[in-house]
RNA sequence: GCGAGUGUGGCGAAAUUGGCAGACGCACUAGACUUAGGAUCUAGCGCCGAAAGGCAUGGGGGUUCAAGUCCCUUCACUCGCACCA
């Protein structure tokens, strides 16, 4: 008996086709369900492994659910709109629409021959004039409420695709689609207001059961920062420069000012700096850097101090320098910062660049451990001390005491004298302690700390405020240390990369990690110093404390900053949606009358980008020339498209009523089908697809035509299917596998089944011919066991048939696709080992394969006559009491180590258990001579003899 | 730099959440059946060892009767974000 894979799959598509199989109603009794995967872009080289992969995984969920009497959406269609068709369109001198009816034909046609159950009645383009007419009129409903404008800004242009990319699209500083450096360029652009709904898409996420990974992909996006504005002063002028900081805290420890090049605060008091030649200067050679240099070559800190001006403290009313630097972004925050050198990195190199001075404003506080943690019961002393680092004039090593008494390793330290400074007192103590005498130290470290700790040598609790020092041996000289010292402690040299695991004091080993890592900013977190009215509170006090002060006085307030920012949504190309807008000299910007959408695509010639940074449609005079839709003047239309991720924004909707002319879709099915239950996509789209849609949905929403929020309740998504060796698959690489030869030679049951126990669904998994020949041998099997059939009623191994339903169809449900295979050939093997097989242990195998192999499942499901078409079928249920067996292998250890195994009746109890392992032999030889301390016994598991 | 994730046989991977590490599959080895095998079946298959046994989940340490799983530390790779104040 055998089969032909090709013929059994036609067979079964026809059937599903013409039965309508997966037409999912919007009338219906049933319990709504909806699953949705990404629409593909229609590109032309057709389909690809891992479309098959997120495919065949939504389907067998779907096929699942369907099964267990759900009324399931499971829709398809095609994101059309974009640049490749556009490319072929030019190259070949067709109408996109043509290309892209092509694409989209060869694609459908590849769905199909994998047997995946969408329901084809829904099926549209976002390039269908039908379609993009609800895009078109959803966009000026975004305009009548406000959420969309015109503006000249900067923006990121691609000189290779001629067009304005959104900041999503040109990420890392480079064209999301052909790669080429984007560089900034001043143009008129619509934008949407997606910043107004930055704090709505963070707390949405709430209302959303998304994969961990995703839902952190978004909250960085939106990238919010709780922090502060303060208006400085500008002395001698009526200015305020204000500024965002996160750490207001730090205001004490400002020492200069930097503003963006392109910060208004230059052109207003121009007339006051002094150096404006210079500054001019620097602003073109900012600019002049693309936004990659901008970021990639961030190491070397470049600037201006613009002269003449200073700007105010409000605290202290101290003056202190403005400069520009091209690492303040003017989109983000105020475009100008206040820096505080000594805590901030960025600030710090910028300081030691141009000699700025730095004030530290926080000390690093420790507090002891162990034995030094601070006593309540005794009194505190106030010290300040110097703390000497001191190398050796020829090795590699530094200078440290140990002490006899309490045997702790430290570096040289003593208290400041009155009227002392830290390096005298650093030679002093260096001397007294070790008489080492021929020294030199001419560098002060930075920053101070605090050091908090029980004192045991004096029996008392020490707060110190310590000043380290650093210097070296000019050589081993010495004069005789007092007896007092020498009885104290010991001198030892301890090498450089030994000082981080010896020191005794974590003060000393901090200090220790700075000697070695060298000087920076003090990032820490730590008590403030110099700072008045904050003085020696943590950071969270502070802040707080200082945001009262600034509110207080009218210097500045609380204030949130987001890096989401407004999405730029003109394109300069030709195929997108129009937009519909109509320009008129007298009344402004005038949306398109409803009733005349949608502004459909001229069919023209020529599509090429210009190079003057227009459209290609405002060469069409006779499309963009149109009366007035208020005046009846003549007027111009918009001549900028959509980007393409408007149509996908909402194609979700659309599905719950595809072919609707009369709305976007009605109020009746938003009702029913609600929100997307289950929705896969690639990890790609996981931060611009997902917040987009989300930020639409949520606009929809807020204006009252959505009946949710959050549009998606589930988002998952699928690893890649890589080449064989393990390279993302590519024409260049010579590794793309073609679905369709597989397909042809193995069919779509047997590829199917492999891509769903390739691996774990979320991760990347490579492509491997003989795991797809190991599915497809499976598969085979699966067709023979059908020769062992008995005319028995009832199941042959109860057990396993209920263990396996519940695994199958659990795993099914959390995508675990890969083990749910597995447990489908354990059955598998188990049956074979059987003389024969009753019906109905045959139908739970295939109905349980069925979501995955769906065709030759159907066939074998009527050609042994076990009943009506699975697809029509329903989802076996088992019985929980029935999934365990009545006996298992007891283990039996001793001391951990597995020494024996005892098949037992599952209902043994601890009592029996117990005794049985001590009745084995091995046990008795591995405990013999031996003390039982103890057993666990742990209850259809196994049995511990603890033995000494 | 920050954030997240991954690391288990020759390979893809499992491991009811702390309880026999390596299920299932591939590859490989031996055998059977065959005119033939890229078919099918049977057996074997982490490493060392003749065996008893020992060693094994990137490395090191810890908690525990028991660790792939928990804690600390370290290394490697992958992916996001990146002068975001």
């Known amino acids: 008996m055998n089969y032909l894979a090709h013929d059994i799959e036609k067979k079964w598509q026809h059937y599903w086709q013409n039965n309508h199989t997966f037409e999912a109603s919007n009338d219906s009794e049933k319990e709504k369900y909806y699953i949705l995967v990404e629409f593909p872009y229609p590109s032309g080289s057709g389909l690809h492994v891992g479309h098959v992969r997120s495919y065949t995984a939504l389907d067998a969920y779907a096929r699942m659910k369907r099964m267990q009497g759900f009324n ?34 060869t694609f459908k046609g590849q769905i199909q021959d994998l047997g995946i159950s969408f329901d084809w009645s829904r099926e549209f383009a976002t390039t269908d004039p039908e379609y993009y007419k609800w895009t078109q009129w959803q966009f000026l409903q975004f305009y009548k409420h406000n959420m969309a404008y015109k503006t000249r800004k900067d923006i990121n242009w691609c000189p290779n695709c001629k067009t ?24 008129e652009q619509w934008m949407l207001r997606m910043s107004d709904y930055a704090e709505d898409l963070l707390t949405g996420l709430d209302d959303t059961k998304f994969a961990d990974r995703i839902k952190l992909g978004q909250i960085n996006w939106i990238g919010k920062s709780k922090g502060a504005e303060v208006d400085f002063k500008v002395a001698d002028t009526d200015q305020l420069l204000t500024v965002y ?50 970021t990639e070559l961030a190491k070397d800190k470049t600037g201006v101090q613009l002269k003449g001006l200073m700007a105010i403290n409000p605290l202290n009313n101290t003056k202190i320098p403005i400069w520009i630097s091209d690492y303040v972004m003017m989109s983000y925050g105020t475009g100008a910062i206040m820096a505080v050198p000594a805590h901030d990195d960025r600030d710090y190199e910028f300081a030691k660049k141009f000699n700025i001075p730095i004030i530290q404003v926080i000390a690093k506080s420790f507090t002891g451990t162990g034995d030094s943690k601070m006593r309540a019961d005794k009194p505190v002393t106030n010290r300040e001390v110097v703390n000497a680092i001191i190398k050796h004039p020829t090795e590699n090593k530094y200078l440290c005491v140990r002490n006899k008494k309490f045997n702790w390793l430290n570096f040289v330290m003593g208290g400041i004298e009155e009227g002392e400074t830290p390096i005298r007192a650093g030679i002093r103590e260096v001397i007294e302690e070790t008489g080492y005498n021929d020294i030199t130290i001419e560098k002060e470290m930075e920053f101070i700390y605090f050091d908090n700790f029980y004192a045991a040598h004096k029996d008392v609790n020490r707060h110190i405020t310590c000043y380290t020092v650093i210097g070296e041996l000019n050589s081993l000289n010495t004069v005789e240390r007092s007896e007092e010292e020498a009885a104290l402690a010991d001198v030892e040299w301890v090498a450089e990369d030994e000082l981080l695991e010896k020191l005794t004091t974590e003060a000393h080993r901090y200090d220790a990690s700075r000697l070695i890592n060298g000087e920076g900013a003090l990032t820490d977190e730590g008590v403030h110093i110099n700072s008045d009215f904050v003085n ?50 007298d009344c402004g910007w005038v949306p398109v009358p409803e009733e005349e959408l949608p502004v459909l695509l001229p069919d023209v010639a020529e599509y090429e980008p210009t190079d003057d940074g227009e459209s290609p ?49 009605s109020p009746e099915a938003l009702k029913y089908w609600g929100k997307v239950n289950w929705y896969n996509g690639g990890m790609e789209h996981t931060t611009r697809h997902l917040l987009y849609a989300r930020f ?52 779509a049951d047997a590829l199917r089944t492999y891509e769903m126990f390739i691996g774990d669904y979320e991760k990347d998994a490579a492509w491997s011919t003989n795991g797809l020949k190991g599915c497809k041998k499976f598969l085979d099997r699966i067709w023979r066991i059908q020769e062992k059939l008995n005319d028995k009623d009832g199941y ?6 209920n263990k396996t339903i519940k695994k199958v169809t659990n795993d099914l449900a959390n995508m675990k696709y890969n083990t749910a295979v597995s447990a489908l050939m354990i059955m598998l093997n188990e049956y074979e080992k059987q003389d024969s097989i009753t019906k109905d242990d045959l139908r739970i195998l295939v109905h349980l394969l069925n979501p995955i192999a769906p065709h030759i499942t159907e066939e074998i499901n009527e050609v042994s006559a076990l009943g009506k078409p699975l697809c029509e079928s329903t989802w076996p249920s088992y019985d929980d009491s029935k999934t365990i067996d009545d006996s298992y292998e007891m283990v039996v250890q001793v001391n951990g180590k597995v020494r024996g195994k005892i098949e037992v009746a599952t209902d043994t109890n601890k009592e029996e258990m117990e005794s049985l392992a001590k009745g084995l032999d091995n046990v008795k ?24």
């Open 536 to 585: 020696e509170l943590t950071k969270q006090e502070a802040i707080d404390t200082m945001l009262a002060y600034l509110d207080k006085n009218k210097l500045g307030r609380a204030k949130t900053n987001y890096r989401l920012q407004d999405w730029i949504f003109s394109r300069q190309r030709f195929w997108g949606e129009p937009i519909p807008l109509i320009h008129c000299d």
């Open 617 to 665: 449609l405002a060469n069409i005079t006779e499309w963009v020339n149109t009366p007035c839709p208020k005046c009846g003047k003549m007027a111009k239309r918009e001549t900028d498209t959509m980007p393409n991720w408007a149509g996908s924004s909402w194609y979700f909707l659309r599905y719950m009523n595809a072919h609707n002319a009369s709305a976007f879709v």
């Open 696 to 747: 639409w949905n949520q606009f929809l929403y807020n204006i009252g035509l959505v009946p949710n929020k959050e549009p998606f309740e589930i988002r998952v998504s699928h690893g890649m299917i890589l080449g064989s060796n393990g390279e993302k698959m590519s024409k260049s690489r010579g590794n793309v596998i073609n679905p369709d030869d597989i397909v042809k030679e193995m069919g």
């Open 164 to 187: 304005g990319l959104s900041n999503e699209d040109a990420s890392g500083g480079v064209c999301e689609r052909c790669g080429t450096k984007v560089v900034q360029k001043e143009k």
């Open 796 to 801: 042959t191994n109860e057990i396993l048939v």
């Open 925 to 948: 030889v591995h405990t013999a001579n031996k003390e039982i301390i103890k057993i666990i016994v742990v209850p259809k598991k196994l049995v511990n003899i603890v033995v000494k």
């Open 72 to 105: 399931v959406l499971f829709p398809m269609g095609w994101d059309a709109f974009g640049a490749p068709a556009e490319q072929y369109a030019i190259k070949n001198h067709i109408h996109p629409k043509e290309a892209v009816q092509e694409n989209i034909k």
């Open 245 to 294: 900081t996160t750490r207001p805290d730090t205001l004490f420890g400002v020492t200069f000012m930097v503003v963006a090049p392109e910060h208004p605060i230059i052109e207003t008091l121009k007339d006051k700096i002094t150096n404006m030649d210079e500054v001019v200067k620097y602003q073109a050679f900012a600019k002049s850097k693309t936004e990659f240099e901008r």
